[in-house]
């Protein structure tokens, strides 16, 4: 096999290959060029920055959806499905089944929450929602202080609002700009590790990549979970994935620039 002109070739394009990835593999992060190592060390600071201050904020807005603190699958669906299905998706069926609950006779609380759930039609308003309302709600909406008069039918229609989550429009937005901006960030993190030592060549690549398949699982997820609240979990698994990752790859690559050749020098 080795004797026919193909086989030759092979054995040749292979010594060359060789040393390249030799020299390449001599290049590993200590023994780069301290020009080389203080942009490496500055891009690899400020985006670990940038990535601890993304986790808070993710905190502060998505975390709190639910009212609790801390980040749940509910404030995931909250903030990405919104609240439309089942019960209490709107304000009226909320307070009917919570403080209103005594002020209704059961007809009256069915009639009204059937017609909030029915997505609240102006065909019905004059002709049975506003006398139901007139007569079971007015004597306190329409005269206490500070209470909103749900006889009127702005009012009332704020009352039966439902939380549809992000619009196809923001996600459509955020999407694009998160796929092109983190790419980005993943590219050059990715870039600079490269340059690890003591990794296989097969693990590096796996690390690598591992950013970039859970940052298409994430996207994929919010609208997944924008249709179906069932699909926020795998949003936490993707951000969590990517986070991972992109860690392993700051550090390896901070300690193998500053601290492995300190290491070297007293050994
Ligand atoms: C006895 C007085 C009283 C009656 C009768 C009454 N409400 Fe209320 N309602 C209140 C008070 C007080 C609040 C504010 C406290 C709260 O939200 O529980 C309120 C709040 C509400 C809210 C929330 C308003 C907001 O701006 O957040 C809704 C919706 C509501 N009531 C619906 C109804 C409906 C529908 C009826 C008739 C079936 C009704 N209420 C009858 C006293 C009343």
């Given at each position: 096999m080795l004797a026919t002109p193909g086989g030759i070739m092979c054995r040749i394009k292979e010594h060359q290959g060789g040393n390249v990835m030799k020299e390449l593999v001599d290049?590993?992060?200590?023994?780069?060029?301290l020009p080389l190592k203080s942009l490496f060390t500055g891009y690899l600071l400020v985006i670990g920055l940038g990535l601890l201050m993304a986790g808070v904020q993710i905190m502060l807005t998505h975390g709190m959806a639910d009212g609790k603190f801390g980040l749940s699958v509910d404030d995931i669906v909250y903030s990405?499905?919104?609240?439309?299905?089942?019960?209490?998706?709107?304000k009226l069926e909320a307070k009917l089944n919570g403080?209103?609950?005594?002020?209704?006779?059961p007809e009256a609380r069915l009639a009204l929450v059937k017609w909030a759930r029915s997505?609240?039609?102006?065909?019905?308003w004059e002709t049975t929602i506003k006398p139901l309302v007139m007569e079971h709600?007015?004597?306190?909406h329409a005269n206490m202080?500070?209470?909103?008069?749900?006889?009127?039918k702005e009012v009332m229609m704020k009352m039966v609002a439902v939380d549809h989550g992000v619009s196809i429009t923001s996600l459509t937005r955020v999407s694009h700009i998160h796929l092109f901006g983190i790419a980005f960030i993943f590219f050059f993190v990715g870039w600079i590790f490269t340059?690890?030592?003591?990794?296989s060549a097969m693990a590096k690549s796996i690390l690598i990549a591992t950013p970039f398949a859970f940052l298409l699982v994430d996207i994929l997820s919010w609208w997944l979970t924008k249709f179906e609240?069932?699909?926020?979990w795998l949003v936490i698994i993707g951000g969590f994935g990517y986070s991972l990752a992109s860690t392993i790859m700051i550090f390896t690559s901070l300690y193998q620039m500053w601290i492995t050749p300190l290491l070297a020098q007293k050994g």
């Open positions: 290049k590993s992060l200590p023994d780069l060029s990405y499905h919104g609240n439309h299905d089942g019960e209490n998706a709107s403080s209103m609950k005594e002020n209704a006779p997505g609240a039609p102006e065909s019905e709600c007015d004597a306190c202080p500070g209470l909103s008069n749900i006889a009127e340059f690890a030592s003591g990794y609240p069932g699909f926020a």
